[in-house]
Antibody
Framework: QVQLQQWGAGLLKPSETLSLICAVY????????WSWIRQPPGKGLEWIGE???????NYNPSLKSRVTISVDVSKNQFFLKLSSLTAADTAVYYC???????????????WGQGTLVTVSS | DIQMTQSPSSLSASVGDRVTITCRAS??????LNWYQQKLGKAPKLLIY???SLQSGVPLRFSGSGSGTDFTLTISSLQPEDFATYFC?????????FGGGTKVEIK
């Protein structure tokens, strides 16, 4: 059974860069896209972007200029960096397994436990 | 971007009630619509994928239907553990987008 465990700094200052790690346990890393999704407190969900084992990425255009998603297949880990943080980036950030690359069949399951990232001076 | 609109944004219901949540897409997304349940402080959990396929382990009281732009999630007999927020998500095109959520509360 695949499980995702994530971690990273939870309190950052404006203009700093968010860095999160997601580790995949108990299943195949290859053959899937791996996503980052965020949820501001009390609000809805926003897809940030995804990566596969080859390093092919897709980003949400709303964040593309500030986002980098990367992968380390040897460790079954993928990473999120979000730069030039503002208070609007305060959210719970989730990692999740997506589809196998065929558009349309891209749902998220399972999810990591979530990391609350607060941006405040 | 494809906009996903859920209604209602919240509802109150009693145990045993039949509950229906609607999700509308701003353009046709065929059957590429997924539903999630999120409990307070927890990650979302996949319930339904491609509009009507029940994820393994999800109770049979959950069902999904629809295609094109209009979709529904139905809980046939609401149970105490079903009080949560429900989100739809389109997987027709990137950026992948979610509905605003429907909070199901105890009446």
């Amino acid at each position: 059974q695949v499980q995702l465990q994530q971690w990273g700094a939870g309190l950052l200052k404006p203009s700093e860069t968010l860095s999160l790690i997601c580790a995949v346990y108990g299943g195949s890393f290859s053959g899937y896209y791996w996503s980052w999704i965020r949820q501001p407190p009390g609000k809805g969900l926003e897809w940030i972007g995804e990566i596969n084992q080859s390093g092919s990425t897709n980003y949400n255009p709303s964040l593309k200029s500030r986002v980098t998603i990367s992968v380390d297949v040897s460790k079954n880990q993928f990473f999120l960096k979000l730069s030039s943080l503002t208070a609007a980036d305060t959210a719970v950030y989730y990692c999740a397994r997506g589809g196998e690359g065929q558009l349309g069949y891209n749902w998220f399951d399972p999810w990591g436990q979530g990391t609350l990232v607060t941006v405040s001076s | 971007d494809i906009q996903m609109t859920q209604s209602p944004s919240s509802l109150s219901a009693s145990v045993g009630d039949r509950v229906t949540i609607t999700c509308r897409a701003s353009q046709s997304i065929s059957s590429y619509l997924n539903w999630y349940q999120q409990k307070l402080g927890k990650a979302p959990k996949l319930l339904i994928y491609t509009a009507s396929s029940l994820q393994s382990g999800v109770p049979l009281r959950f069902s999904g239907s629809g295609s094109g732009t209009d979709f529904t999630l139905t809980i046939s007999s609401l149970q105490p553990e079903d009080f949560a927020t429900y989100f739809c998500q389109q997987s027709y095109s990137t950026p992948l987008t979610f509905g605003g959520g429907t909070k199901v509360e105890i009446k």
